[in-house]
């Protein structure tokens, strides 16, 4: 059977930005594609258990598979471990369905008829192995500390660097990472007891955990007993004050049990606002290591790396396009190889330049380097308060140049992913200065509703 486990890894991915992370382990994570055709896809849960919800979903799974694969399929879904006996028979059911559509009627009745007469279906479902592996991750000089650090953990837990804190913007291997490091030590330690998940989860069983007398012991008892735990996306629980004071004292715990402990977010800690300062303290406390967006030489290993792996005969000349325009991401050159592999796949055509501008250029519109973007953005900005880019640089205290500098600082943040240092060394200010000015400019976005409307349209003007 073909495998479509990449494009289903996209999907899901593009999922982020509809669902909640527990939504998506529940009911998405595990589904898998056995049929992608001109006219529909055809997904399997792994049971009937989550079966009535995903199809339920219908019009959002088609809004997003689109936007994965460029194309427009319609969606059903069965269940693998009551299903997968008549496969043959469901897409003729399927088939049927797109020939001679009738109103009320779906190939999800005859399925369920079936069903009646086939209780003995054996239960089951699909165990998938992760792809996140050290071996699978590309290394480049970007990368290179970070990757050298989380294998170190995952080779020595708790004798390495305790607590490990990864940080950097969305979609440069963070997850990736903390899987590898997760997979690995389960592989060399095996009695070793990992806990892996978001913030969100934690946040969510902490909930839960007070609903019930025995909750918060049985809560304390399941995460305080671990050997390593690895947490994702742990900017998610600043603000929150009885989830920070619960993972305060877990994280005592296991750092005076010699336990390893594993953090992923988006910022270094003291830029996580409203987060508990013993936290951020103790989150600073071990190594931290940030992942940067890649530069060319990592993209093009990246794209040539999972041309690869998904079979894809590409010219070096489509290559280089992609490394060069490409600039985001990591996931955003996944998502661009997996709709180039799509329209390949679903035309029966060979992969040449044009196929390949042709798939990605919603996805790079709006690209350009970071470098060009904070030079557009203090073009942008110094116009619009009537003054000049080295003006804005430079020390003037007069209240229009000052409230540029802020705008800047913020909109750059914003836009590039570059670090409060970065951006200092751009503004001629340390980072400390930087933070202040994003800070100031948050707060009068949130309190003046035509500051805001300015900041939309500046926005607007750098992206067009």
């Excluded at 996140?132 to 020595?156: I, K, P, Q």
């Excluded at 291997?173 to 899987?179: D, P, R, S, V």
């Excluded at 470098?371 to 640089?393: L, N, P, Q």
Aim: with cysteine; aromatic share 10%.
């Amino acid at each position: 059977m073909q495998t479509y486990d990449f494009i289903w890894e996209s999907v899901v991915r593009n999922m982020r930005n509809v669902y909640t992370e527990i939504k998506i382990k529940t009911y998405f994570e595990k589904i898998r594609i056995v049929d992608l055709e001109p006219q529909y896809i055809l997904l399997m849960t792994p049971d009937a258990s989550t079966l009535e919800f995903v199809r339920s979903q219908q019009t959002t799974l088609e809004r997003v598979i689109k936007q994965t694969i460029g194309e427009f399929k319609i969606v059903y879904v069965y269940a693998y471990d009551r299903d997968m006996p008549n496969l043959e028979q469901i897409r003729l059911d399927i088939k049927e369905d797109l020939d001679h559509p009738k109103l009320g009627r779906t190939p999800y009745m005859m399925a369920e008829e079936r069903e009646e007469k086939k209780r003995s279906a054996s239960p089951g479902g699909i165990v998938k192995k992760s792809d996140y592996t050290f071996e699978n991750f590309v290394v480049g000089s970007s990368n290179r500390f970070v990757y050298n650090a989380c294998l170190a953990v995952a080779d020595n837990p708790a004798s390495a660097w305790n607590p490990l804190f990864i940080y950097g913007p969305s979609g440069l291997g963070k997850t990736h990472l903390m899987h590898s490091i997760s997979a690995r030590i389960a592989e060399q330690f095996p009695d070793l007891k990992i806990l892996y998940l978001t913030s969100e989860a934690f946040t969510n069983e902490v909930i839960e955990s007070l609903r019930t007398k025995d909750g918060p012991t049985q809560f304390r008892t399941k995460y305080r007993s671990c050997d390593v735990l690895l947490i994702d996306d742990i900017q998610f629980i600043a603000g929150k004050d009885t989830t920070q004071e619960e993972f305060f004292h877990t994280f005592n715990e296991l750092y005076e049990a010699h336990k390893q402990i594993v953090i992923s977010s988006d910022r270094p800690p003291r830029e996580i606002k409203r987060l508990d300062e013993r936290l951020s303290g103790r989150f600073a406390s071990g190594l931290t290591a940030d992942v940067q967006p890649p530069d060319y030489e990592l993209r093009m290993a990246i794209i040539k790396s999972k041309a690869d792996a998904y079979k894809l005969d590409m010219p070096e000349s489509s290559m280089v396009y992609l490394a060069e325009h490409l600039t985001q991401n990591i996931r955003q050159i996944e998502g661009a190889l997996t709709k180039i592999f799509a329209k390949s796949y679903l035309y029966g055509i060979a992969v040449t330049d044009e196929l390949v501008i042709n798939s990605v250029s919603d996805l790079i519109t709006y690209e350009a380097s970071p470098k060009d973007v904070a030079e557009k953005i203090m073009s942008v900005v110094s116009t619009r308060y009537g003054t000049t880019k080295d003006e804005v640089k430079g020390k003037s205290k007069k209240r229009e140049i000052v409230e540029a500098r802020h705008v800047c600082a913020y909109l750059i943040r914003e836009l590039t992913g570059y670090s409060l240092n970065q951006i200092g060394a751009l503004l001629n200010r340390d980072h400390t200065t930087i933070m202040n000015s994003c800070e100031v400019t948050k707060t009068q976005i949130m309190n003046d509703p035509l500051f805001e409307k300015e900041i939309k349209d500046m926005i607007a003007e750098i992206k067009g």
